[in-house]
């Protein structure tokens, strides 16, 4: 038996199955339905049933079934005080995280360690954090967190709207020109060809698949036209559109050699990316109000600012005519 918990109600049965036990196939779900093995308080029903909270859900013995593994998630002792050193505000519907540089932030074919997979470790009362968003593996900076799924939801949507506004901070090879200004440049996944062959890449595009992205920047400080410490607002949200935008103006992320080849790696500076999610603005889930968390600046990035004596706590400002 398990229990619905109270941010799980009216959450379709279906959908609960897909959460808790991601291995079970639908197909595999309805057959349990079908022969009574899973109920819901006792009684039979069918797929699309809406849960309420404190309802006793009955599970089959799904380690017996040759199809079927139940995924077992221990308290990992570990990962939870390593999360909770990158904890930089809490409270009872959202959490935020300084996601370290190179930590991925859900799983994939070699990646065993993430940060969705660690999120087990801080269950609490059958609810664990929920992700409303994505930091590249090598992008730095805040990570917001839902702690109910309420919030989830309300957060989710508040992303889709584009009412949450992200501001990130970007070491670049070179200075843009102006020093503040706007992208705005179609990108898509296209194949393109290099030394080792062709390889799928995200590049400014033309055509029906291309996706209209935005990015605002400033240039906060410079190293005499070297390097430029820049602030860049995503306007929209494509995968890697930072990075495709800033190595198309001339000016590549330092340390993304996928995008800005040669020209991204610096004499003196780390090669690993200089990009990290300084800070958002978004309605707070539970109350509504207009919200804004900053992540202080960690790892490499540090020590690079450190190094070009730029101001570790500069602030920008986004003028409402800058597009």
């Known amino acids: 038996m398990k229990s619905v918990a109270p941010d799980e109600a009216g959450m379709r049965l279906d959908r609960w199955f897909k959460t808790h036990f ?9 057959k349990f339905l079908r022969k009574g093995q899973v109920r819901v308080s006792g009684g039979r029903v069918k797929a699309n049933r809406r849960l309420e909270a404190g309802e006793e859900i009955r599970i089959p013995p799904l380690q017996e079934n040759a199809n079927v593994q139940k995924p077992v998630q221990h308290f990992n002792a570990d ?8 904890i930089l505000f809490e409270d009872d519907a959202i959490m935020a995280l300084n996601k370290p540089f190179g930590m991925a ?4 074919a070699k990646t065993v360690r993430h940060i969705d997979g660690m999120l087990a470790s801080l269950e609490k009362d059958g609810v664990r954090p929920r992700l409303v968003h994505r930091l590249d593996k090598d992008t730095g900076g805040l990570l917001l967190l839902a702690k109910t799924r309420t919030a ?6 508040a992303f889709k709207r584009h009412d949450v506004e992200k501001t990130y901070w970007g070491l670049t090879a070179g200075a843009p020109r102006p020093r503040e200004g706007t992208i705005s440049m179609p990108i898509a996944k296209r194949m393109v060809r290099l030394e ?40 929209t949200g494509r995968t890697h559109q930072l990075r ?44 509504g109000r207009k919200t804004t968390l900053t992540a202080p600046l960690a790892g ?8 070009f004596s730029f101001d570790r706590d500069a602030v920008s400002e986004w003028p409402d005519d800058l597009r």
């Open 105 to 108: 932030v859900q799983g994939g």
């Open 22 to 30: 991601p291995a079970v196939r639908h197909g595999e779900l309805e």
């Open 152 to 157: 989830a939801q309300k957060l989710g949507a």
């Open 79 to 86: 990962d939870a005080a390593a999360l909770k050193k990158l």
């Open 196 to 235: 080792g062959g062709d390889v799928e890449r995200v590049v400014p595009a033309e055509g029906e698949d291309a996706k209209k992205a935005i990015t605002d920047y400033q240039t906060l400080d410079d190293a005499g036209g070297r390097v430029a410490f820049l602030a860049l607002r995503p306007v």
């Open 244 to 287: 495709v935008h800033a190595a198309a103006i001339g000016c590549p992320i330092v340390g993304d050699g996928k995008y800005g080849g040669a020209a991204a790696h610096l004499e003196g500076v780390s090669d690993k990316m200089h990009l990290f999610c300084r800070s958002m603005t978004f309605p707070h889930p539970k109350t």
């Open 300 to 307: 490499h990035m540090r020590e690079t600012w450190k190094f």
